[in-house]
């Protein structure tokens, strides 16, 4: 989970206003992309460009992950070739790519979207389909 | 091995009946520890084993008959044909065939129990959020909408996204919604009986290999069966030959029927391999140039070579479906439900999927139910106590009456009582549901029904039902046995169910 204690506390002390859902951006193919449309809903919360970024370096990671290359096939062929025992020892690539996303998630959460009173939820916890975004009641932002 | 399913089955009522309420209430179940793996709770129609190591499909049969094909005839080939084998030719024939026995083993155990690429379904606010668009999109009225799709283009190629009613998401391209499994999958090319699986876009490759290489040891098998049977008929006549290793007979036939199934089911695998074209594709003719001159594939890499490599030796994504983490029971829904019925209802749905096996009993049981709610009706404003079910001669004593604590509040369905109440109703009886007509005795409480008899049995007589009604008012319960209600699930087979009961009852209370 990407939450660190202090998420944590925020969620349990504010209230869920609104979730807005990233949707995937499938005009690549099925490689895992999301769309980086702003919603509107966040217009009052967060900088457009800054939102943007977070999505577009997250289909970077994702395009990484799924990237064919030599790197990728040696990894396979060294699988098939060992009856995927080696995957008893060492994660796949795809893995290690999820493993940095969670953390880049976690960091942008820390550092940009809680103080915002935003959650930004990992996508692979909703199946790669959506990025959830957790809008929460901010009574203390006096605008 | 049914344990699986029934263990989860047991262990949702266990569950269900502990978090239940605050009430004391004898249950001859001991208490478990609520913290149920995801498994436990899958929507799909799938099994389980190995605490959710292993997933497969729910017929397993011809699965079975499959590792027994395979088992036997190479038992038979390495008792019976490889010692002759080894000591005439060499002893390299037993081990190749050793080895080709192994990796066809491997990969169809690797292909059957492996998750296919499922896609987990919508979570309710995914969901909600979703219908609120179409509907924004559609500008709903009162009738059916249409088949809801969306379009992309991709690479050139516009396709067509289709939207899943039972996993209520938008399938990516090339997913499909396998209908022996009620589920989504990703990159979806056939629902395979012989592995007892899908055959998705994270087994596709072990698939692969396992024809493959079933195709090499069925023609290595029967091409050294022959070759024994020949060497034999050379020193001691062919019918003695035939008497001597009478398993050679039936490790040809096997092989001989086999080999051309096999073989052409590897052909055309790699025929759809080197073009990038999933079965399914391929049989509906998707990007056949017959459709028109721009049709083509727009997954295909370009060239042959490529799109083996992406298929075979391409990075394998891990499962989307998280079968071994625990459930997280404080999963907030804090959020006003935008469509309250669409947010329960997948809940429902999802409990509802769970042990469809007893829908026969849950369909008797709504019976029972939808038999009490005319009298509800009827007599709202006396107590009312119903003691016999339809199915008891099909006539209710004299005096049937339910206690009612005063006409129930109608709570709206949208009501945001927390999630976790829901799937206190069983999980295969979720589907208990009283026909709320007009809403005047509406039994989605928060207080979980107690009844554990009803699984199995009728309500006799004897088990007088608790009033139903009292329960939105927050009154505990002592009574053990309560007529199960539950939240109205607009599956179609309620309202079949429910057109039949008025009739039964009609005929009953005269």
Known sequence: ?143 | MHLGVSESMRECEYSQISTRSSTPMETPYKKRTPKMRKWESFPGRNKFYCNGRIMMAKQTGVFYLTLVLILVTCGLFFTFDCPFLALELTPVIPVIGGVLFLFVLGTLLRTSFSDPGVLPRATPDEAADLERQIDVANGSTGYRPPPRTKEVVINGQTVKLKYCFTCKIFRPPRASHCSLCDNCVERFDHHCPWVGNCVGRRNYRFFYMFILSLSFLTIFIFAFVITHVILRSHRSGFLNALKDSPASVLEVVVCFFSVWSIVGLSGFHTYLISSNQTTNEDIKGSWSSKRGKDNYNPYSHGNIFTNCCAALCGPLPPSLIDRRGFIQSDTPQLAPPTNGITMYGATQSQQSHMCDQDQCIQSTKFVLQAAATPLLQQQSSQPVILTASPENGGSLPGRTSLTLGGPCTSLPLGQPTPPTSTPSLSCHEATDMLPIHGHSHTHNHSHPHQEPVAHHHFLTPEEVPSPPGMLPCGSPLGHSHTMQAGFYNPASQDSLHEDSVRGLVKLSSV
């Open chain 1, 1 to 143: 989970m990407a939450e660190t204690h202090s998420l944590q506390d925020m969620r349990q002390q504010a209230a869920v206003a609104a979730k807005v859902f990233i949707q995937r951006d499938y005009t690549k193919g099925t490689v895992c992309q999301f769309q980086t449309k702003f919603p509107s809903e966040l217009e009052t919360r967060i900088d457009k460009q800054q939102f943007e970024e977070t999505v577009q370096t997250l289909n970077n990671l994702y395009a990484e992950a799924e990237k064919l290359g030599s790197q990728s096939y040696v990894e396979g062929c060294l699988a098939c070739l060992t009856a995927y025992t080696i995957f008893l020892c060492m994660e796949t690539h795809y893995e290690k790519v999820l493993k940095k996303i969670a953390k880049y998630i976690q960091e942008q959460n820390d550092k940009i979207y809680a103080p915002r009173g935003l959650l930004l939820t990992d996508p692979i916890e909703r199946g790669l389909r959506v990025i959830e975004v957790t809008i929460f009641e901010d009574r203390s932002l006096t605008r």
